[in-house]
């Protein structure tokens, strides 16, 4: 009897032993897309379109969709798999990791609704392989040598009916691995930008955050950047060298109703920058006012609404943008364009 009650607690605890072990494993998984994002990632961008949807800006973004989705081979690849991005696409994360030798690896995460089966064989007919991911890490398919990048394939990751990877084939298969990893060497590690997310409303409708420190070419923008500012008429070089002291911008955007609320943050730990980066938006945001006053008189009141803000460890801009203004401006870009 007693010998049988040793066996039944001896069974009973690895019954619970291997459940605790199932737990873990599923626990270590993740789905997150910004867990799957590498945390030695130089910028990231997430787009919700279930809330741009909703916004003036739709009729632009999903103008350029249209256009996509009737031009060539583009039209017939959405065609083969059934997808519309306009509705089938919720979210989308874009992430860039800095290489060496124009080697930069580019990661888009994909949520919403998928038919794995005929994207897979869209894929396979325009010459992509299935391959296994590293480590047992799931697979995906190498996309064709004819839509590779500085001679690295692209690829394509399935996870599930919810979930797409895309990007360089390095890219995609190391977010496979965090999947399984949990997010481990991913941005809610807290890690690289991860760091960052605090300074962003991750509810926003779009936001993104770009690490200066990893662009060199940010530390030459006097030749990129033409300010001109209200009085003299010449370029404003004090905006420019204030800029490069720079190490972060946090950017994102917001609708509300018929309006988008729009933000910018620059990171600096220089007093001076921050000072000079402040007057400049002031006199840039004046040098706009006095330029649209007769053609828009209504983008100025827009602009007088814009707040500036020098904060301990960086310079903040934010305003509305009304959805009256932005469907102007579609209709501008759009005759324009003819």
């Known amino acids: 009897m007693r010998s049988r009650r040793l066996s039944s607690r001896l069974l009973l605890a690895a019954v619970l032993a291997l459940a605790g072990a199932a737990s873990a494993l599923a626990v270590r998984r993740t789905e997150e897309p910004l867990g799957l994002v590498s945390d030695r990632a130089a910028s990231v961008a997430?787009?919700?379109?279930?809330?741009?949807?909703?916004?003036?800006?739709?009729?632009?973004?999903?103008?350029?969709?249209d256009g996509v989705s009737t031009d060539g081979d583009s039209a017939r690849f959405l065609r083969d798999t059934g997808l519309s991005p306009k509705d089938d696409i919720d979210t989308m994360v874009l992430a860039m990791t800095r290489g060496g030798g124009g080697s930069d690896d580019v990661l888009v995460v994909f949520e919403g609704r998928f038919d794995p089966v005929r994207i897979g064989s869209a894929l396979t007919g325009r010459g992509a392989?299935?391959?296994?991911?590293?480590?047992?890490?799931?697979?995906y398919y190498r996309l064709a040598a004819d839509s590779s990048e500085h001679g690295r394939p692209g690829a394509v990751a399935i996870v599930n009916a919810g979930l797409v990877l895309a990007g360089s084939e390095g890219a995609v298969t190391d977010a496979l691995v965090r999947k399984e990893s949990g997010g481990a060497g991913g941005l809610m590690?807290?890690?690289?930008?991860?760091?960052?997310?605090?300074?962003?409303?991750?509810?926003?409708?779009?936001?993104?955050?770009?690490?200066?420190?990893?662009?060199?070419?940010?530390?030459?923008?006097?030749?990129?950047?033409?300010?001109?500012?209200?009085?003299?008429?010449?370029?404003?070089?004090?905006?420019?060298?204030?800029?490069?002291?720079?190490q972060l911008i946090a950017l994102q955007a917001t609708v509300h109703g018929d309006s988008?609320?729009?933000?910018?943050?620059g990171m600096t730990n220089d007093a001076e920058s921050r000072g000079l980066i402040e007057d400049s938006l002031k006199g840039i945001l004046a040098m706009w006012r006095l330029a649209v006053q007769d053609k828009n008189p209504e983008m100025v009141s827009v602009l007088r609404r814009f707040s500036i803000s020098n904060e301990s460890d960086g310079v903040s801009i934010s305003g509305t943008l009304p959805g009256s203004f932005l469907r102007s401006l579609a209709t501008h870009h759009e005759a324009s364009a003819r």
């Not at 997430?46 to 969709?65: C, G, K, Y």
């Not at 392989?129 to 697979?139: F, I, P």
């Not at 988008?260 to 943050?265: G, L, M, Q, R, T």
């Open 260 to 265: 988008v609320d729009v933000s910018a943050f």
């Open 189 to 246: 590690a807290g890690q690289g930008l991860g760091k960052q997310l605090g300074r962003i409303d991750r509810g926003a409708s779009a936001w993104a955050l770009v690490d200066l420190t990893r662009f060199p070419v940010t530390q030459n923008r006097e030749a990129h950047i033409d300010v001109r500012v209200e009085g003299d008429g010449q370029p404003s070089r004090a905006i420019v060298g204030a800029m490069k002291s720079v």
């Open 46 to 65: 997430v787009l919700h379109w279930n809330d741009l949807r909703t916004s003036p800006l739709a009729a632009e973004i999903f103008a350029q969709m």
């Open 129 to 139: 392989t299935l391959q296994k991911g590293a480590s047992g890490a799931g697979s």
